[in-house]
């Protein structure tokens, strides 16, 4: 027996309780830096994010696959980035490893933080051994990651609304 799917609206407002409640506990501010207690800070940061998006959902094996991830690369990265404050293409190179389980090399990689650089939506600090990205606009990266945000649930509410159909 096929066990029934979650209620769209009881997703929807598990999902809206979940980024009510990430943005109130996001008033804090991470400090920005490359210490390793930095990176633990975002990676927690992170991992909860994931936590709240699997716990609203009717299972709990959540896998994004490469190709959806290299779809809405930008998006993620300016997620990434905007998390850190501040980094360099490795550490993207390993958040995207650890927190969707992408195997990204850094020619898929590179080349989108240079095209949004060029776009003037990230700015970029030569270091000695790397390059630092940070966000030089905020609000394209809002209205882009909205923008995102309701085409994919847009295209899940279209998929939900077919299963019945089957």
Request: glycine fraction near 4%.
């Amino acid at each position: 027996m096929r066990e029934q799917p979650p209620n769209t609206k009881s997703v929807l407002e598990q999902f809206s309780s979940a980024a009510t409640a990430a943005g109130q506990s996001a008033q804090y501010d991470i400090t920005i830096g490359t210490t390793k207690e930095d990176s633990r800070a975002v990676e927690r940061e992170l991992d909860e994010l994931m936590a709240e998006v699997t716990s609203a959902l009717p299972t709990d094996d959540v896998q994004f696959d490469d190709a959806i991830i290299k779809e809405n690369l930008d998006e993620i990265l300016l997620m990434l980035i905007s998390l850190h404050g501040e980094t360099h293409g490795k550490e993207l190179l390993s958040d995207l490893t650890h927190l969707f389980g992408a195997q990204l090399s850094p020619g898929t990689v590179y080349p989108s933080l240079h095209e949004l650089e060029d776009e003037g939506v990230l700015s970029m600090h030569a270091k000695v051994r790397t390059k630092e990205y940070a966000i030089a606009d905020e609000d394209y990266v809002r209205t882009t990651v909205e923008q995102t945000m309701l085409q994919h649930l847009a295209f899940g509410l279209l998929l939900y609304a077919f299963l019945p159909r089957l």
